[in-house]
């Protein structure tokens, strides 16, 4: 069974501190993307990985890094964590296009609230 | 740049109702691959289905049928028959295959279904 783990499933934090979110695939899939996820806004890309050390900015990359050392895992970074960060927050990975397996398989999210 | 529409921010229908959920999306990409998802209240996605931009076969699966039309750029998702368990938010999803936006993945804003008994 295909699995994406995110480490946390709630998290709280407070205004300036630094937070890492991990996300784990056993697929050996080479892409893995972050999104943001809010209300009324779908599902929103931050950071996309091609491949390890590999990175390409999303749609709203602002306040955010990230970092794939190894192939299986990919870490979202909030520099310094704002309440306008507070979202649900959902990793993904799936096999490069083009082909069959492009459809991206979800971790369970996590929700992150910054006081 | 890649876009998702779907313009339906909720619907709410009564069980046994047919209902279609719209998508209409935008690329300059000639492959492409496009999904739909379902997020139940437990929150994880589920795929649904995929669909590349050289195959305009429609789909039926059980319930759940889609339509592909490349002339209106449009995706629609249609359940026959609706039942309670249909209730989640339903999102559209486009894939680049090429270009410069090549593997990106765009969803749309999803579109909350309530299906009531």
């Known amino acids: 069974d295909v699995k994406v783990t995110q480490s946390s499933r709630y998290l709280v934090k407070r205004t300036g501190e630094k937070v890492f979110l991990e996300c784990v695939q056993d697929?050996?899939?080479?892409?893995m993307f972050w999104y943001r996820q809010d209300p009324g806004l779908g599902l929103r890309l931050i950071y996309f990985s091609y491949d390890v050390k590999m990175k390409e900015k999303g749609d709203i990359p602002e306040g955010y890094s990230v970092s794939r050392e190894k192939k299986e895992r990919f870490s979202l970074i909030l520099e310094s964590a704002s309440t306008n960060q507070t979202s649900m927050y959902l990793c993904?990975?799936?096999?490069?296009?083009?082909?069959?397996?492009?459809?991206?398989?979800f971790g369970q999210g996590t929700r992150l609230t910054v006081v | 740049a890649q876009k998702v529409t779907q313009a339906q921010t909720e619907i709410s229908v009564v069980e046994k109702e047919d209902v279609t959920l719209d998508c209409v999306y935008e690329?300059?990409?000639?492959?492409?691959?496009l999904f739909w998802y379902k997020q139940p209240p437990s929150g994880e996605l589920v795929f649904l289905i995929r669909?590349?931009?050289?195959?305009?076969q429609n789909e039926i699966s059980g319930r759940y049928s889609w339509n592909f039309q490349k002339s209106t750029s449009s995706f629609n998702f249609t359940i026959t028959a609706s039942q309670v368990v249909d209730s989640a938010v339903y999102f559209c999803a486009l894939r680049s295959a090429g270009g410069t936006s090549y593997g990106k993945l765009t969803f749309g804003q999803g579109t909350i279904l309530t299906v009531h008994p």
């Open positions: 669909r590349n931009s050289f195959d305009e």
């Open positions: 690329t300059r990409d000639t492959t492409y691959y």
């Open positions: 993904a990975s799936s096999l490069p296009p083009p082909g069959m397996g492009t459809e991206a398989f």
């Open positions: 697929m050996d899939h080479e892409n």
